[in-house]
Protein backbone atom coordinates (compact mmCIF):
# COMPACT_ATOMS: atom_id res chain seq x y z
CA UNK A 1 0.00 0.00 0.00
CA UNK A 2 1.60 2.94 -1.24
CA UNK A 3 -0.65 6.09 -0.93
CA UNK A 4 1.06 9.19 -0.23
CA UNK A 5 -1.19 11.88 1.08
CA UNK A 6 -1.89 15.08 -1.06
CA UNK A 7 -2.29 18.14 0.49
CA UNK A 8 -6.45 19.71 0.00
CA UNK A 9 -6.66 22.23 2.82
CA UNK A 10 -3.71 23.14 4.41
CA UNK A 11 -3.68 23.80 8.76
CA UNK A 12 -3.53 27.47 8.13
CA UNK A 13 -6.47 27.80 6.12
CA UNK A 14 -8.36 25.37 8.49
CA UNK A 15 -7.76 27.24 11.66
CA UNK A 16 -9.05 30.57 9.73
CA UNK A 17 -12.42 28.81 9.12
CA UNK A 18 -12.67 27.42 12.39
CA UNK A 19 -11.83 31.03 13.92
CA UNK A 20 -14.91 32.03 11.43
CA UNK A 21 -17.46 28.95 12.43
CA UNK A 22 -16.68 29.89 16.32
CA UNK A 23 -17.22 33.33 16.13
CA UNK A 24 -21.11 32.53 14.08
CA UNK A 25 -21.52 29.90 16.78
CA UNK A 26 -20.21 32.28 20.12
CA UNK A 27 -23.18 34.85 18.18
CA UNK A 28 -25.72 32.74 17.78
CA UNK A 29 -25.81 31.00 20.71
CA UNK A 30 -24.80 33.57 23.21
CA UNK A 31 -26.93 33.69 26.54
CA UNK A 32 -28.12 30.31 25.58
CA UNK A 33 -27.31 26.96 26.80
CA UNK A 34 -25.03 25.01 24.82
CA UNK A 35 -23.67 21.81 24.52
CA UNK A 36 -21.25 20.68 22.06
CA UNK A 37 -21.31 17.05 21.17
CA UNK A 38 -18.26 16.08 19.30
CA UNK A 39 -18.95 12.27 16.84
CA UNK A 40 -15.73 9.82 17.48
CA UNK A 41 -13.11 9.66 16.70
CA UNK A 42 -13.04 11.59 13.79
CA UNK A 43 -14.12 15.09 14.94
CA UNK A 44 -11.81 14.80 17.83
CA UNK A 45 -9.24 17.65 16.67
CA UNK A 46 -11.53 19.25 15.03
CA UNK A 47 -13.74 19.51 18.44
CA UNK A 48 -11.08 20.39 20.54
CA UNK A 49 -10.07 23.38 18.07
CA UNK A 50 -12.93 24.33 17.22
CA UNK A 51 -14.02 24.53 21.32
CA UNK A 52 -11.29 26.72 22.22
CA UNK A 53 -12.04 29.00 19.93
CA UNK A 54 -15.71 29.89 20.98
CA UNK A 55 -15.85 32.53 23.08
CA UNK A 56 -19.13 31.70 25.15
CA UNK A 57 -20.20 29.18 27.65
CA UNK A 58 -20.22 25.37 25.85
CA UNK A 59 -20.36 21.85 27.74
CA UNK A 60 -18.59 19.47 26.02
CA UNK A 61 -19.54 16.15 25.19
CA UNK A 62 -18.93 12.83 22.99
CA UNK A 63 -20.65 10.16 21.17
CA UNK A 64 -19.82 7.04 19.14
CA UNK A 65 -20.89 5.39 16.47
CA UNK A 66 -20.13 2.20 14.90
CA UNK A 67 -21.71 0.98 11.49
CA UNK A 68 -21.84 -2.19 10.33
CA UNK A 69 -21.76 -3.55 6.66
CA UNK A 70 -21.07 0.20 6.72
CA UNK A 71 -23.00 3.40 6.97
CA UNK A 72 -21.65 3.18 3.53
CA UNK A 73 -25.01 1.75 1.58
CA UNK A 74 -28.49 2.53 2.58
CA UNK A 75 -28.85 -0.95 3.96
CA UNK A 76 -25.71 0.06 6.99
CA UNK A 77 -26.91 -0.39 10.02
CA UNK A 78 -25.44 2.07 12.54
CA UNK A 79 -25.33 1.59 16.23
CA UNK A 80 -24.87 3.61 19.27
CA UNK A 81 -20.89 2.50 20.74
CA UNK A 82 -21.13 5.37 23.23
CA UNK A 83 -23.99 7.57 23.76
CA UNK A 84 -23.50 11.48 25.51
CA UNK A 85 -23.44 11.17 29.19
CA UNK A 86 -24.72 15.33 29.63
CA UNK A 87 -28.44 15.68 30.38
CA UNK A 88 -29.69 17.82 26.90
CA UNK A 89 -33.12 18.34 28.17
CA UNK A 90 -33.80 22.12 27.39
CA UNK A 91 -30.23 22.75 26.02
CA UNK A 92 -29.31 23.37 22.33
CA UNK A 93 -27.36 20.84 21.15
CA UNK A 94 -24.38 21.26 18.18
CA UNK A 95 -23.17 17.89 16.34
CA UNK A 96 -19.98 18.38 15.96
CA UNK A 97 -18.58 16.07 12.84
CA UNK A 98 -15.50 15.87 10.54
CA UNK A 99 -16.97 14.91 7.21
CA UNK A 100 -20.56 14.52 5.94
CA UNK A 101 -20.80 11.81 2.80
CA UNK A 102 -23.57 9.81 2.51
CA UNK A 103 -25.53 11.40 5.14
CA UNK A 104 -26.63 8.06 6.94
CA UNK A 105 -24.65 9.01 10.60
CA UNK A 106 -25.92 12.08 10.82
CA UNK A 107 -29.38 11.27 9.98
CA UNK A 108 -29.38 8.51 12.37
CA UNK A 109 -27.78 10.57 15.08
CA UNK A 110 -30.40 13.69 14.75
CA UNK A 111 -32.64 11.45 15.20
CA UNK A 112 -31.15 9.79 18.10
CA UNK A 113 -30.52 12.48 19.85
CA UNK A 114 -33.50 14.43 19.28
CA UNK A 115 -35.68 11.54 21.94
CA UNK A 116 -33.23 13.10 24.15
CA UNK A 117 -35.27 16.17 23.87
CA UNK A 118 -32.63 19.01 23.59
CA UNK A 119 -34.53 22.57 22.49
CA UNK A 120 -32.83 22.43 19.17
CA UNK A 121 -30.62 20.47 17.42
CA UNK A 122 -27.93 21.44 14.58
CA UNK A 123 -24.96 20.01 13.01
CA UNK A 124 -21.29 21.72 12.38
CA UNK A 125 -19.33 19.66 10.18
CA UNK A 126 -15.79 20.52 8.98
CA UNK A 127 -15.95 19.03 5.68
CA UNK A 128 -18.68 18.58 3.13
CA UNK A 129 -18.89 15.30 0.25
CA UNK A 130 -22.07 16.40 -1.44
CA UNK A 131 -21.51 14.34 -4.42
CA UNK A 132 -22.24 11.09 -2.58
CA UNK A 133 -25.17 12.00 -0.61
CA UNK A 134 -27.99 9.79 -0.14
CA UNK A 135 -29.93 11.29 2.42
CA UNK A 136 -30.41 15.33 3.16
CA UNK A 137 -28.74 16.48 6.20
CA UNK A 138 -28.98 20.29 7.15
CA UNK A 139 -25.72 22.01 8.20
CA UNK A 140 -26.18 24.92 9.74
CA UNK A 141 -22.14 25.27 10.19
CA UNK A 142 -19.79 24.22 7.45
CA UNK A 143 -16.13 24.51 6.65
CA UNK A 144 -15.39 23.38 3.31
CA UNK A 145 -16.89 21.58 0.41
CA UNK A 146 -14.32 18.46 -0.85
CA UNK A 147 -14.24 16.48 -4.37
CA UNK A 148 -15.61 13.00 -4.66
CA UNK A 149 -12.21 11.43 -3.01
CA UNK A 150 -11.03 10.00 0.14
CA UNK A 151 -9.76 12.79 2.89
CA UNK A 152 -6.95 11.75 5.55
CA UNK A 153 -5.60 13.78 8.45
CA UNK A 154 -7.21 16.57 11.19
CA UNK A 155 -8.86 13.86 12.66
CA UNK A 156 -9.55 11.93 9.62
CA UNK A 157 -8.53 8.22 9.11
CA UNK A 158 -7.18 5.82 6.79
CA UNK A 159 -7.35 2.54 8.86
CA UNK A 160 -7.11 3.85 11.55
CA UNK A 161 -3.62 6.06 10.57
CA UNK A 162 -2.81 10.02 9.79
CA UNK A 163 -5.15 11.14 11.48
CA UNK A 164 -2.31 12.71 13.70
CA UNK A 165 -1.41 15.03 10.49
CA UNK A 166 -2.24 18.47 11.00
CA UNK A 167 -3.35 19.05 7.31
CA UNK A 168 -6.34 17.51 5.25
CA UNK A 169 -5.61 16.02 2.37
CA UNK A 170 -6.44 13.22 -0.60
CA UNK A 171 -4.91 9.83 -0.79
CA UNK A 172 -3.69 9.34 -4.44
P1 LIG B 1 -21.79 8.94 6.15
O1 LIG B 1 -22.15 10.41 5.99
O2 LIG B 1 -22.87 8.16 6.86
O3 LIG B 1 -21.37 8.33 4.87
O4 LIG B 1 -20.58 8.79 7.13
C1 LIG B 1 -19.69 9.77 7.40
C2 LIG B 1 -18.55 9.13 8.16
O5 LIG B 1 -17.76 8.33 7.27
C3 LIG B 1 -17.63 10.19 8.73
O6 LIG B 1 -17.90 10.40 10.08
C4 LIG B 1 -16.26 9.59 8.53
O7 LIG B 1 -15.89 8.87 9.69
C5 LIG B 1 -16.39 8.61 7.42
N1 LIG B 1 -15.87 9.16 6.16
C6 LIG B 1 -16.57 9.54 5.08
N2 LIG B 1 -15.78 10.00 4.11
C7 LIG B 1 -14.52 9.94 4.59
C8 LIG B 1 -13.24 10.29 4.04
O8 LIG B 1 -13.08 10.77 2.89
N3 LIG B 1 -12.16 10.08 4.85
C9 LIG B 1 -12.28 9.55 6.10
N4 LIG B 1 -13.45 9.22 6.65
C10 LIG B 1 -14.57 9.39 5.90
MG1 LIG C 1 -16.62 9.94 11.64
Given at each position: MDRKPKTLIGSARIKRKIKDLARQISRDYKGKKLVLVGILKGAFVFMADLAREITIPVEVDFIQVASY???????GVIKIKKDIDLPVVGKHVLLVEDIIDYGYTMKYLLKFLKVKKPKSIRVCAL???????EVEVPIAYKGFDVPDSFVVGYGLDFAEKM???PDISTLR
Amino acid sequence: MDRKPKTLIGSARIKRKIKDLARQISRDYKGKKLVLVGILKGAFVFMADLAREITIPVEVDFIQVASYGASRTSSGVIKIKKDIDLPVVGKHVLLVEDIIDYGYTMKYLLKFLKVKKPKSIRVCALLDKPARREVEVPIAYKGFDVPDSFVVGYGLDFAEKMRNLPDISTLR
